[in-house]
């Protein structure tokens, strides 16, 4: 698999910014088709942790329903089979709904800080 922009761009930076997490939260609700909301006072900002927090159960969920749902969900956003097998195969983690959550909210993350990154390129 070929390495693309997002993968040379350091996603950490970007997992405490309150507008990035904000569209994170819309991309998540987008692709997932959820209504996930967030109380953004109780934190006093919109913190990563959480989004996975809110996530993971949805995903349990998902996989416990069986009928491929999980992965037809990687596939439509994009989260390679090798992506998988690797972090399955290296995680500490044991529950599959949060290997498959990291997963996916990192690919999110991916698309919300190469759109961000690509519209100031292009704005420059």
Not at 1 to 24: F, P, S, W
Not at 29 to 37: A, I, T
Not at 58 to 73: F, H, M, P
Not at 101 to 114: C, Y
């Amino acid at each position: 698999m070929k390495a693309t922009t997002t993968d040379k761009i350091d996603l950490n930076g970007y997992k405490t910014r309150k507008e990035v997490l904000e569209k994170l939260l819309q991309q998540i609700n987008k692709d997932l088709e959820l209504n996930l909301q967030i109380e953004w006072e109780k934190y006093g900002t919109l913190l990563y942790q959480e989004i996975i927090d809110q996530v993971a159960p949805v995903i349990e969920k998902l996989i416990r329903q069986g009928n491929g749902r999980v992965e037809q969900l990687l596939y439509k956003i994009d989260v390679s089979e090798l992506k998988v097998k690797e972090a399955i195969d290296s995680a500490s983690e044991t529950n599959p709904a949060v290997i498959f959550t990291h997963l996916i909210i990192e690919r999110e993350l991916q698309k919300v800080v190469f759109k961000l990154v690509y519209s100031k390129s292009i704005n420059e």
